[in-house]
C-alpha cells in the first residue's frame, strides 16, 4: 500500500490524466498544427492554470540518446510506471555491442535451425528506433554468415512514418549494394518481399487484421506484384501509385524469372526455415507473431501454416509469453503506477480507442495485457480509414466514456488516451492535423467540465510530439526547410519537443501548483498523481512534481 502523505491530503474527487497523444511544444510557428488550430480550452489552460514542459523523448524516456524521438511504447512506459528503464533500442543495441545477443540461446537455435533451411528477418526497415533499427538487422545478417547459414531472406515493411515519408530508397538501395558485397562464398542473402507498414503486417491492437493478412500472404505465401529487387520494386510501386507516402505503398514479391517471364518468388516461408522479427517494440509485433506461433488460429486462414524456428527481438509480451523464443529480454518493468494505486485499494478507469488502448493499458501497465484489480479498461473502436479522412477520430466517444465513468462516482484514478494528435499527424496532412488538434481541444472542454462536477482536478499531458512539426526541419538549421519551389516537405514522424504538463485545478483553492525543472519528464507523473491523491509515491518513483503552498 502506499503510504498517506502528511503535506497534502488529497484532492476531495478523483485524479484525471488526460494523454493527447502527439502534443508537443512547437519550436516554430511555421508547420505546428498546434499553433494554427483554433483551441479555445487549451489557450485557456495555458494561461490560467499551472503548467510546465517535460522531457518526452532520448534518454529521458530510456531511448539510447538524444537524438532519439519519443514514442508511444517509450511515453506510455514511463507515465505508467514513473520509473525510466533502458527501452528495446538500447537494450538491443547494447547487446549487440557486447555480442550478448550471439550467445543466447534464441539466436543459437535461429541459426541451428537456418543451416538446413533459409533465415528470414521480418521487420521495419528503417533507422526510426521506434520499433526497429536496420544496424540491428546488418549485424545478424553479417553473423548468420559469420555462423555458417547459407541462405538469409528479408521482408521489409516500408517506413516513411518514424523517418521522412518518401525515404524508402534512402535505406533499400544501400542495404541491397551490402547484401550483394556480402553474399560471397554459397551465401545468398537478399531482400525476399516488402510493403508499406501502414499497408500490410504491423496492425496493432487487432485493429485491422486483414492488414496482416496481407502480410502473410507476401512474405510466406509469396503472393504479389513481382519485381527482379527491392529498389526496383519501390520505383515500380511510386510510379504506379503517384502521391502514395512509403508507409502505405502496396506489397511487393521479388521473383526470380526465367526466359518466358515466369516469376518465382525468392523466398517464401517453408517449413524447417527460422524467421527472425527484429521488431523490438511490441503493439505492432503481437500479431504476426500470433500468426506464426498460434496451431489454433482464427483471425485469417493462413492457407498454410510452415513449421518455422520462430524469434521475435524481444518478447513481445510477458503475460502471454509472446513469443516464447525472443533474442534479447525486455525490460523488466516492475512497480507500475497502475499496480500499487490498486495495491492502495483504488479503483481505476482506462479508456481510449483501439489504436491507442494498448497504450492506456498494455504499455501504461508495463507491457502488461492483463488488468490490475480494481482496474476498469474501456475501448472505443477506432475507424478504419484513413484518419485524414476523419481527424476527429472518436474524441468525442472516448469523452462520453470518460464522463460517464467520472459520472458514475466509482473511480479515484481514470486516464485516456485522445489519439488524433498523433494519427493524424503521422498522415503528414497539416490541414487534417488541425482539425485533429481542434478535435481535441473540444473534446477537452467537455472532459473538464465533468472533473469539475467530479470535484476532481486533472494533469493534461502528452506523451511525445507530433503535430506540433509538420514539415521536416533543415538538418543544419532545425528550421522547416524549404524545397526549390518555396513549397514545406511534409514531415510524418514524431519530434523531439518537450510536451506540456498542466495541473487542472479548480478544487484546492490556488494551493497546487507544479515545479519546473530541467530534468522534470513523464516519468514524474505517476508521483504527481499520487501526491495530488494524497498519497506518498513509491520509492521507486521520480519525483512528484507537485507544490503544495
Ligand atoms: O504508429 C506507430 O507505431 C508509432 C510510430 O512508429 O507511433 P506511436 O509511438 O505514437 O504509437
Ligand atoms: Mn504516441
Ligand atoms: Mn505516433
Known sequence: MLQKNSAFAGVPGPVVVIVMDGYGIPKHAV?????????????????????????????????PSDDDMGNSEVGHNAIGAGQVYAQGAALVANAIAEGTIWQGQAWQEVVAAAKTGA?????????????????HLKAMVVQAKAEG?????????????????????????????FLG?????????????????????????????????????????????????????????????????????????????DENGNGKPI???????????????????????????????????????????????LQYDGDLQLPSRFLVPPPAIRDTSGEWFSKTGLA?????????????????????????????????????????????????????????????????VLRCNYANGDMVGHTGNFRAATMAIEAVDLALGRLLKAVDKAGGVALVTADHGNADEMFELD??????????DGSYKAKTAHTLNPVPLILYDNVSGGRLGLKQSETAGLSNIAATVANLLGLQKHDKWDDSLLEVK
Open 267 to 313: 523466398g517464401t516461408i517453408e517449413d524447417g526455415d527460422a524467421v527472425v522479427l527484429y521488431n523490438f517494440r511490441g503493439d505492432r509485433a503481437i500479431e504476426i507473431t500470433r500468426a506464426f506461433v498460434e496451431d489454433d488460429f482464427s483471425e485469417f486462414d493462413r492457407v498454410r501454416h510452415p513449421r518455422v524456428t520462430y524469434a521475435g527481438m
Open 348 to 412: 481505476q478507469f482506462a479508456c481510449s480507442e483501439t489504436q491507442k488502448f494498448g497504450h492506456v493499458t498494455y504499455f501504461w501497465n508495463g507491457n502488461r495485457s492483463s488488468r490490475f484489480d480494481g482496474e476498469t479498461w474501456q475501448e472505443v473502436p477506432s475507424d478504419v480509414v484513413p484518419f485524414e479522412q476523419r481527424p476527429w477520430m472518436k474524441a468525442a466517444e472516448i469523452t462520453d466514456a470518460m464522463i460517464a465513468a467520472l459520472q458514475s462516482g466509482q473511480y479515484k
Open 119 to 135: 533465415l528470414h528477418f521480418i521487420g521495419l526497415f528503417s533507422d526510426g528506433n521506434v520499433h526497429s533499427h536496420i544496424d
Open 475 to 484: 538538418k543544419k538549421t532545425r528550421e522547416p526547410a524549404v524545397n526549390k
Open 181 to 257: 558485397e556480402i553474399s560471397t562464398d554459397g551465401f545468398d542473402a537478399r531482400i525476399a518481399s516488402g510493403g508499406g507498414r501502414q499497408y500490410i503486417t504491423m496492425d496493432r491492437y487487432d485493429a485491422n487484421w486483414p492488414m496482416v493478412a496481407r502480410g502473410w500472404r507476401t512474405h510466406v505465401l509469396g503472393e504479389g506484384p513481382q519485381f527482379a529487387n527491392a529498389t526496383a520494386a519501390v520505383e515500380g510501386l511510386r510510379a504506379s501509385h503517384p502521391g502514395t507516402i512509403d508507409q502505405d505503398l502496396p506489397e511487393f514479391v521479388i521473383a526470380e524469372f
Open 31 to 63: 508547420g505546428s498544427a498546434i499553433e494554427a488550430a483554433r483551441k479555445p480550452t487549451l489557450d485557456r489552460l495555458f494561461a490560467r492554470y499551472p503548467n510546465i514542459t517535460l522531457r518526452a523523448h532520448g534518454t529521458a524516456v530510456g531511448m
Open 149 to 177: 547459414v547459407k541462405t538469409v531472406r528479408i521482408h521489409a515493411l516500408l517506413d516513411g512514418r518514424d523517418v521522412p515519408e518518401t525515404s524508402a530508397l534512402d535505406y533499400v538501395v544501400p542495404f541491397e549494394a
